[in-house]
């Protein structure tokens, strides 16, 4: 709902009194003199519930509410593999339950927020979500493009840039600490007036670096406050993987874990290990969670359903239909003569990154093959990296890893091995040389690890250039159905699906 969105961000270039008209409506909507705004404000707790107990048949008794960054916080520490491990939990996002940044201590089952952060003064995530629609994209939406773009812009320019951004939106260093708009009136006039006569790809680069600075200092101090050795990041900030190798870059840090998809959709996750943790407590039972593990929780790809649907819609009449006695060798057979394959086989991965399951994949040596997927497939932004998808056991060939953090869902950024990243340039980023890499672990995935296992006896490259399996602005694949429909409008010159390998004729 744009209307909602433009309300929700106070998106608007001339400010209402101040205060005054905002509660005078308020007043008219409780009196029943004019209709109340839109939003989620307006509706009581009650009403809330009602909407989903009605739904679901269920007494208001079965629904337990729970606060919105301490989900955030559970699925970070819990999800984890932490085991138990004392650690420093923090969560960032945009807004939730009037917060916008908590810092909590965890151990075994144990999680104490230790302060928070109000989103009414400012939060990094809206600080960077008004600069996404500064330059003219979607807020909500489109803060990996700002992301993405930020290392091209000229290093001057940035510092530039960061200074007008820094003069208008910082951190205040209280107790508890807060992020903070430095004047009044309307963010969105704010940043306007700020990037006046700046480069747009230099208000990129400075949004990135003023998110990535702040995080760092936030981070810090939480540290030197509450202590802690391990990290562990929930909210939708964390989603920027630039910054997260800013902090997995700091000494104290020994190791770092980034909840997968990190976003609001996560905060399910966190429900669940809270949830879980109050059942146990009730029942005097010792409670045990354990570890996030692997993200491939979606539907499966079945093949009796991809059989039925190849002779339902005649696929042979169009197209190539075989059935490789070894896929995985075929498809690194196609990806070193015909550059990509689009790989739909297992079970699909919750959130949103593309882990292999349902992935759009390429040699990653062939520089050509990045014009290619975005010509025929992707129609993405120019200036957009792709990712590689690593063998775990060989990663030191191809990223700087010295902690040797965990990556299995492409959550990180790494600087990569210049001896080596000629074998994987269509999967870095060419302009700062970082690849959002995912380690692929055998256990967790061995028909995909095969995939890349084949493609390195043919091409001495342990690793394969990953993007999602879908079309620019469309969701990622999910069925059979999905999969054929997106290889039919797209360029795409092979789908291998579950068993069967379909390729254009």
Not at 343 to 372: Q, T, W, Y
């Amino acid at each position: 709902d744009s209307e909602y969105a433009r309300e929700y961000y106070g998106v608007r270039l001339q400010e209402p009194a101040a205060g005054l008209g905002k509660r005078a409506r308020k007043l008219g909507a409780r009196l029943g003199l004019i209709e109340p705004a839109r939003g989620k404000f307006t509706l009581s707790e009650s009403e809330r519930l009602g909407l989903v107990t009605g739904h679901l048949g269920l007494g208001a008794e079965r629904i337990v509410t729970l606060d919105h960054h301490t989900c955030h916080a559970a699925a970070a520490y819990f999800g984890s593999p932490f085991a138990g491990a004392s650690a420093l939990v923090l969560t960032n996002d945009n807004s939730g339950d009037g917060l916008c940044a908590t810092a909590s201590q965890a151990v075994g089952t144990t999680l104490r927020r230790q302060e928070a952060a109000p989103s009414a003064p400012g939060s990094l995530g809206s600080f960077y979500s008004f600069v996404t629609l500064v330059l003219g994209m979607k807020f909500g939406e489109h803060e990996y493009k700002v992301m993405g773009l930020a290392p091209y812009a000229p290093a001057r320019a940035v510092e530039r840039a960061t200074a007008a951004l820094g003069a208008v939106f910082g951190l205040v260093e209280e107790t508890p600490a807060r992020f903070a708009w430095r004047h009044p009136g309307g963010r969105y006039r704010l940043l306007i007036e700020s990037t006046l006569g700046l480069r747009f790809d230099a208000v990129a680069g400075a949004a990135q670096q003023v998110v990535e600075d702040l995080l760092l200092r936030w981070a810090r101090l939480m540290r030197e406050r509450y202590g802690g050795e391990r990290l562990a990041l929930g909210g939708g900030v964390f989603m920027n993987v630039k910054a997260n190798m800013r902090l997995a870059a700091e000494e104290w840090a020994r190791d770092l874990f980034v909840f997968p998809s990190c976003g609001d959709e996560s905060n399910a996750v966190g429900a669940a290990y809270l949830g879980y943790l109050d059942l146990c407590a009730r029942a005097g039972t010792a409670a045990t969670p354990v570890p996030f593990g692997p993200a491939y929780l979606g539907p499966s790809i079945d093949d009796a359903e991809v059989e039925a649907l190849v002779h339902a819609r005649d696929l042979a009449a169009r197209h190539k239909v075989s059935e490789p006695a070894q896929m995985e060798a075929r498809i690194a057979d196609l990806l070193v003569s015909d550059g990509v394959v689009a790989r739909c086989a297992g079970r699909m991965e919750f959130g949103a990154r593309a882990l292999g399951n349902r992935s759009i994949l390429a040699n990653p040596g062939d520089h050509r093959v990045v014009g290619l997927i975005n010509r025929m497939i992707k129609s993405r932004d120019f200036w957009m990296p792709f990712a590689p998808s690593v063998l775990r056991e060989r990663e030191a060939d191809y990223i700087v890893n010295p902690k040797g953090l965990a990556s299995p869902y492409m959550m990180l950024a790494f600087p990569t091995n210049p001896k080596r990243r000629d074998e994987i340039i269509a999967a870095v980023h060419p302009q700062d040389g970082t690849a959002r890499a995912h380690l692929v672990d055998e256990a967790w995935n061995p028909s995909y690890h095969r995939v890349i296992r084949e493609f390195e006896t043919r091409t001495g490259t342990d690793a394969v250039l990953n993007t999602s399996f879908n079309l620019h602005g469309e969701p990622l694949v999910g069925s059979p159905a999905d999969a054929v429909d997106t290889f039919e409008r797209s360029g795409l010159p092979h789908l291998a699906l579950g068993r069967f390998l379909i390729s254009k004729k």
